[in-house]
């Protein structure tokens, strides 16, 4: 029948249109965040960027900045939006550092919601957050009770994935003990990150093997550079020290390959569990609130319920039977707005 030929109809096709992907990158300053972004994606987002000077930084409040960067790799067109959080953890009292970085998650879930429940839904942006890059101190002892604080209400909402910063200052010791602390404290305090898929069956060994490095070397420990060094008669990214240099594409050194390949491989899957399952949660809540907002009139007086206002039992059983009417009609619209949005869904996902 030639239907063997559909998924190369279907990725044909999804090559044409291009993909979109949200990162997040949170943390405060000095932990490599810009250059780290810049090394991954071999671009420069962040050239005109001016940091202030330490007296202004403690009464900084935290900001939303969303860069977009187009990138084409062999004829596949990718649409990224990397959200920073300048001044995050910067000032001396950050208790409203949490409220921006997560209206600014909501607000692109409200987004999504009101374009997919509009009239033109064939040409949706997504500009849903996929993934969170949650980047720590190397020179902490784990997570700070503000990570944790900020932690337990971004993790239910965005992919986050833990990453230790500036990991070269760190010996591999240092480093070993300090991913097993974070560990530790995300179990301790039920925090739940990305979780990786398993490889399916037919995968080859390689890929599992790989899977494996990687799920084992959660939170990532990394490093950044911008300039290039000269190592044994060839260039690598890196920083040098009067001691060495440390290579950012070294396995050896720190784990930027596997937080790459973990970016490339498990791409779809982040946008596929922000779809299916975070934003799911969002906008099963979004309707149940607008399930209770619409019906309050269906609550009826007690006064008029007691009898007291009049009118006999004739009156009340009129009313009774409207305000059944209009329950009814309720759950009857929004039954409609949940099969329009499942049959979107189920068309998209065709």
Not at 148 to 158: G, I, N, R, T
Not at 196 to 221: C, I
């Amino acid at each position: 029948m030639g239907f063997a030929n559909l998924p190369n109809q279907v990725h044909r096709k999804s090559v044409k249109k291009g993909f979109e992907f949200t990162l997040m990158v949170v943390g405060e300053s000095g932990l490599g965040k810009s250059t780290l972004i810049n090394s991954l994606f071999l671009t420069d987002l962040y050239k005109d960027r001016q940091l202030p000077p330490a007296s202004e930084r403690i009464r900084r409040t935290v900001q939303m900045e969303a860069k977009l960067v187009e990138m084409e790799e062999r004829g596949v067109r990718l649409r990224l939006t990397v959200v920073d959080t300048p001044g995050f953890g910067d000032a001396l009292d950050s208790t409203g550092n949490f409220q921006t970085i997560l209206n600014y998650v909501d607000t692109q879930f409200e987004k999504y919601l009101h374009d997919e429940s509009g009239l033109n839904r064939r040409h949706i942006t997504d500009s849903r957050v996929h993934c969170c890059f949650y980047f720590l101190s190397p020179f902490g002892h784990g997570l700070r009770p503000l990570d944790v604080q900020l932690l337990l209400l971004l993790a239910p909402k965005v992919n986050v994935v833990p990453i230790i910063g500036k990991a070269d200052a760190l010996t591999a010791k240092e480093r070993t003990r300090l991913k097993a602390k974070v560990i530790q404290e995300l179990e301790k305090h039920s925090i739940r990150t990305y979780q990786m898929p398993e490889a399916e069956p037919d995968e080859d060994e390689a890929f599992k093997q790989q899977l494996r490095v990687m799920k084992a070397s959660v939170p990532f420990a990394v490093i950044g550079a911008g300039d290039t060094v000269e190592l044994r008669g060839r260039k690598a990214h890196g920083r040098s020290y009067p001691w060495g240099i440390a290579e950012v594409e070294n396995q050896q050194h720190n784990d930027f390959l596997l937080l790459r390949a973990m970016l490339v491989t498990h791409m779809q899957d982040l946008q596929e569990v922000t779809h299916d399952s975070l934003y799911e949660s969002f906008r099963s809540e979004r309707l149940q609130q607008a399930a209770r907002q619409s019906s309050p009139t269906l609550a009826l007086p007690l006064a008029l319920l007691a009898g007291k206002e009049g009118g006999g039992d004739a009156d009340r059983e009129k009313m009774l039977q409207e305000k059944e009417a209009e329950l009814k009609r309720m759950q009857s619209v929004l039954a409609e707005m949940q099969r329009q949005m499942d049959r979107h869904k189920q068309s998209g996902h065709a």
